[in-house]
């Protein structure tokens, strides 16, 4: 059963679609990178999934049930354009946080004394927002966000605002949640948190859903057996009915970089077998697509064969 | 339902449990008895310390005998005028008044000569002691005596009463306390409807600009969250009123005791114990007359259908604000910042002001116009024109009339609100006009 199914939606207003019949499936307890350039539609789908907004058509199901207000306090949100009660004492605001949903106070009391004494900020139960700084006050939002044990976390843009110290505490802590059976939702367009953390993902441009998959699917899909050498001396030839020789250039001294690209079929321990024969081998790597390229070239309209061609010659 | 609830508890807490909540609430019911209080206290220091000032005559007409009144020493001097006014010069005395020789029926020709400009309080009782000396002058002439004099003096006082045309019941009134229960009653409801109104809006702009709304309607509805701020903040004028009320009151009370000066109410109770006390008839009787003026009131007050007028005030006052509250609550979701606000805030406070000039333009004097009907009809006007006429005797079929529109009416406004509401907390930095307000009412979300 899939923690999130979203099938064949769709979001008009009066003069444009915001999304365009879009599927997406989102596997249990795996961290899932929705990606999409701005006014792609992301918030849009977001904010269906959270019943702020509703959908004029499709189906959503989460956890198996399709989705009603029962669901409200099954999910936790973190919304790009976040903010909390200034003049608010960080107590009350998670306690009502919490209960709006639908944690007892007693349970609700518990829980957000227990995470202020995780992330050691006991003493900011009483202190206003306003005399947070904006990454204590981030750290707030982010317990607000989880305190209620949502089984589906949806962060839209978490790491903004956040220095590295902080961001590295919340990757461990989101880290935690998906090992403790949560699935969690990114909404970026941060291409390192993708790589880093993603285990599938999904690309939304233009209202449609242009790309979906596990990273390792996607980028399986964009690889081109194009592989790069640093290699001493520049002269060695290859079959050239096999191999295709993209680009060369010179390094440093004797050292060079070669991009070549293998025929279908051939693999990358062949590859070096070849090569070592032919010079001293000093690097090998496959070249494999990264998300930014990937995510950046479709944006841009190109079709799947012109990025691979593309992909190839960066 | 359960989180309405949460959003009303927090909405007021919020309210309450800040400085300016209590700095407010025990201020403002202290500013009156106040002011009061300094007002009274000037007054009895005054005349404690009357400046009686030391008036030189010269008395040509010999028609006089001279008594201290309370605001002048007289002193007599004789000799030439020009003798006088030398003396006077080098006395510290305020005046020198000359009399020339007169007749009765035409006295002319008095003179002061002071340092210092008079002022018009000290003429005018100048002038008033002079023109009693020579009204008992000419009342001698014409042979009346004191006690002739007083038994001409004469004061009638309608007694007013009301007779009901459907039951013939005949109750006894006082269209100055119409008057002034309308007009405390009205005042307050539009008080309490725009200071509250705005409050709402406040919390909404807040909520927005905050960015913490769109945290909330992931876990509550959007229409619940305004109805609970609405509600919630209602409650806090509901105490806050209710305060100032008790507080008003015992501060009054307690100040009025200090100066010695008594409530109507302790007057009455008095007078009553008095009279059954006291044998001596004659005391009884002249302050009985002294408070017949304050008894007629204290019988008026209980002559009014006082549960009736609080029963309606209080519907008013919550069916007025309910009615703009909402509105002030979508306004204040299409806006970015107060100022934004204005533009859509004078539509709506609009109608509110046309109500409470009109309470005093038309309804508080003549509460059975037919303007007045349909002022207090009319569900933008009829929380502050009803409660102006409610003293006055409405009949009750208009009061249901008025009433049902009033419920219709913040039905519709809550309605109409909250459909632009919901999407205006989640739209920021829109340039918001009333053509996308209505872009926003049409949205189906």
């Known amino acids: ?314 | 339902m359960n989180k309405i609830l949460l959003i009303i508890q927090r909405e007021f807490l919020n309210r309450v449990q800040k400085k300016s909540f209590l700095l407010t609430t025990i201020l403002v019911p202290l500013i009156f008895p106040a002011i009061m209080g300094i007002m009274i206290y000037i007054v009895v220091k005054q005349s404690e310390v009357t400046n009686v000032k030391t008036v030189q005559v010269l008395d040509d007409s010999h028609k006089f005998t001279f008594k201290d009144s309370k605001d002048f020493k007289f002193k007599v001097v004789t000799g030439s005028l020009d003798a006088a006014k030398v003396a006077y010069d080098s006395s510290e005395d305020f005046g020198l008044v000359y009399i020339p020789p007169f007749e009765i029926s035409d006295p002319k020709g008095f003179t002061l000569l002071s340092h210092e400009n008079p002022t018009v309080e000290q003429m005018g009782s100048l002038e008033g002691y002079f023109e009693d000396q020579v009204r008992n002058m000419k009342l001698q002439q014409y042979k009346v005596d004191q006690a002739t004099l007083d038994a001409l003096k004469t004061d009638i006082d309608i007694r007013q009463v009301t007779k009901d045309a459907a039951t013939g019941e005949e109750k006894s009134s006082s269209s100055g306390l119409i008057y002034g229960v309308g007009f405390v009653l009205g005042i307050l409801i539009y008080m309490f409807v725009l200071i509250y109104g705005i409050q709402i809006m406040q919390g909404v702009i807040d909520e927005k600009t905050s960015k913490v709304v769109e945290v909330i309607v992931s876990s509550v509805k959007p229409f619940q969250l305004m109805l609970g701020k609405i509600i919630g903040i209602a409650s806090v004028g509901l105490l806050q009123f209710i305060i100032w009320i008790v507080l008003s009151f015992g501060v009054t009370s307690s100040v009025l005791a200090y100066f010695g000066l008594k409530t109507p109410q302790k007057q009455m109770m008095e007078q009553v114990s008095k009279q059954v006390d006291q044998p001596d008839q004659n005391s009884v009787e002249s302050k009985a007359a002294q408070n017949e003026g304050l008894q007629k009131m204290v019988f008026n007050w209980s002559q009014l259908p006082l549960a009736k007028i609080a029963a309606v005030f209080v519907f008013f006052f919550l069916g007025g604000y309910l009615l703009y509250g909402s509105l002030f609550a979508a306004v204040g979701s299409a806006v970015d910042s107060i100022q934004d606000a204005q533009q859509f805030q004078f539509p709506i406070t609009l109608p509110l002001l046309i109500g409470y000039m009109s309470l005093f333009i038309i309804v508080l004097r003549d509460p059975n116009s037919s303007a007045s009907f349909w002022l207090s009809i009319i569900p933008l006007t009829s929380p502050v024109a009803m409660v102006g006429r409610i003293a006055s005797g409405v009949p009750n079929w208009e009061l249901a009339l008025s009433m049902g529109l009033l419920i219709i009416g913040f039905l519709f406004t809550t309605w109409v609100a909250g459909r632009i509401y919901r999407v205006g907390i989640l739209m920021t930095g829109t340039k918001v006009n009333y053509k996308v307000l209505a872009k926003w009412f049409m949205t189906k979300q």
């Open chain 1, 1 to 314: 059963m899939e923690a999130l199914s979203v099938k064949n939606v769709t979001k008009r207003y009066t003069n444009h679609v915001a999304l365009d019949n879009v599927s997406i499936t989102i596997p249990q307890k795996s961290i899932y990178g929705l990606l999409g350039p701005n006014g792609a539609g992301k918030t849009t789908l977001i904010r269906i999934i959270n019943q702020i907004i509703n959908r004029d058509a499709g189906d959503i199901t989460l956890f198996g049930e399709p989705l009603n207000e029962s669901h409200v306090g099954v999910i936790g949100y973190l919304p790009e354009e976040r903010g909390l009660y200034k003049k608010l004492k960080i107590g009350d605001q998670l306690l009502y946080l919490a209960q709006l949903k639908g944690m007892s106070r007693a349970q609700a009391l518990e829980k957000s004394k227990a995470w202020l004494k995780k992330f050691q900020v006991t003493d900011w139960w009483d202190k206003k927002v306003e005399d947070l700084s904006k990454g204590m006050a981030q750290k707030v939002q982010f317990i607000s966000t989880v305190m209620h044990e949502p089984k589906l976390i949806i962060l839209d843009e978490p790491f903004s605002g956040f220095d590295p110290v902080n961001a590295k505490l919340i990757t461990e802590e989101i880290l935690a949640l998906r090992d403790r059976g949560s699935t969690i939702i990114f909404s970026t367009h941060r291409m390192e948190t993708v790589e880093d953390l993603c285990d599938d993902i999904a690309l939304i441009n233009k209202s449609k859903k242009i790309l979906e998959g596990s990273k390792k699917q996607v980028k399986d899909q964009f690889r081109s057996n194009t592989f790069l050498v640093e290699h001493h001396g520049n002269s060695f030839s290859l079959d050239p009915s096999r191999y295709e020789i993209v680009k060369q250039r010179l390094i440093e001294g004797d050292l060079y970089g070669t991009t070549l690209k293998a025929q279908a079929g051939i693999k990358p321990n062949q590859v070096i077998r070849e090569l070592i024969e032919k010079t001293e081998v000093s690097s090998f790597q496959e070249k494999l697509p990264s998300m930014a390229d990937i995510f950046i070239g479709l944006v841009q309209g190109e079709d799947e064969d012109a990025l691979r061609r593309h992909l190839q010659e960066v």
